[in-house]
């Protein structure tokens, strides 16, 4: 059994900045990605960010320069700076467990970002 508790949400200004955390705990495998995705009301989710534990990124075109995807083991963290109005969503941590030929999906339970004056 897997678990990924989420943390860091927030209310914050437009230019402001928030740290995302997400613990996996449980039966990790050495071979995984954790990501961060979002939600926004009204739309699909959608990726923010990734990272392999052999450390590749990926990252979505509308987060470039202003978001960081790190990792501690199996803990993830989602640096977000110069935080916009439209980056008002519901961030879920998502960790794909094993190698990709065979990985089980995982999803936290989501964290509230707002960003408003």
């Known amino acids: 059994q897997v678990q990924l508790v989420e943390s860091g949400g927030g209310l914050v200004q437009p230019g402001g900045s928030l740290r995302l955390s997400c613990a996996a705990s449980?039966?990790?495998?050495?071979?995984?990605?954790m990501g961060w995705y979002r939600q926004a009301p009204g739309r699909p989710r959608e990726l923010v960010a990734t990272?392999?534990?052999?450390?590749l990124t990926n990252y979505a075109d509308f987060v470039k320069g202003r978001f960081t995807i790190s990792r501690e083991k199996n803990t993830a963290y989602l640096q977000m700076n110069s935080l916009k109005p439209e980056d008002t969503a519901v961030y879920y941590c998502?960790?794909?467990?094993?190698?990709?030929?065979?990985?089980?999906?995982?999803w936290g339970q989501g964290t509230q970002v707002t960003v408003s004056s």
């Open positions: 990272r392999t534990t052999g450390d």
């Open positions: 998502n960790l794909q467990n094993g190698p990709s030929w065979g990985r089980t999906e995982y």
């Open positions: 449980g039966s990790i495998f050495s071979i995984n990605v």
